[in-house]
């Protein structure tokens, strides 16, 4: 069966380059022109190019054409849709951990009921 990537799964993967991590950290106080952008990375236009486009393409980042300069900006609805599934997992996780630690403790109760040290 053929894997196909959903955009949760391309934002996450994104996400995974420091490069790019750090360009949402820029982005995170508004729009900026990208030539403002990439003054901090130590790489030529066309390499930081394709960091944008990954991040746009995710729908991490959505770019205009302003006069003769791109801005970026952030898109917030794939930020919530991340967030949405991290909570969601979150929520999981603590239910089944809870579970578990209610089993333990019956099961250290019922081996003192029956004599047994843990």
Do not use: N
Not at 59 to 65: D, N, Q, R, T, V
Not at 80 to 108: K, Q
Request: charged residues 30%; glycine residues 6%.
């Amino acid at each position: 069966m053929p894997y196909h990537s959903t955009p949760l799964d391309l934002a996450f993967h994104a996400l995974s380059d420091p490069t790019r991590r750090a360009v949402i950290s820029r982005l995170a106080g508004g729009e900026v022109p990208v030539s403002v952008l990439a003054e901090p990375f130590d790489m030529a236009l066309p390499s930081f190019a394709q960091h944008l486009k990954v991040l746009e393409d995710c729908g991490l980042i959505a770019s205009e054409k302003r006069g003769r300069s791109r801005w970026c900006r952030l898109v917030q609805a794939r930020f919530d849709e991340a967030a949405d599934w991290m909570i969601a997992e979150r929520r999981s996780w603590t239910e089944r951990l809870d579970r578990l630690e209610a089993y333990l403790d019956r099961t250290a109760e019922d081996d003192e009921g029956h004599g047994k040290s843990v």
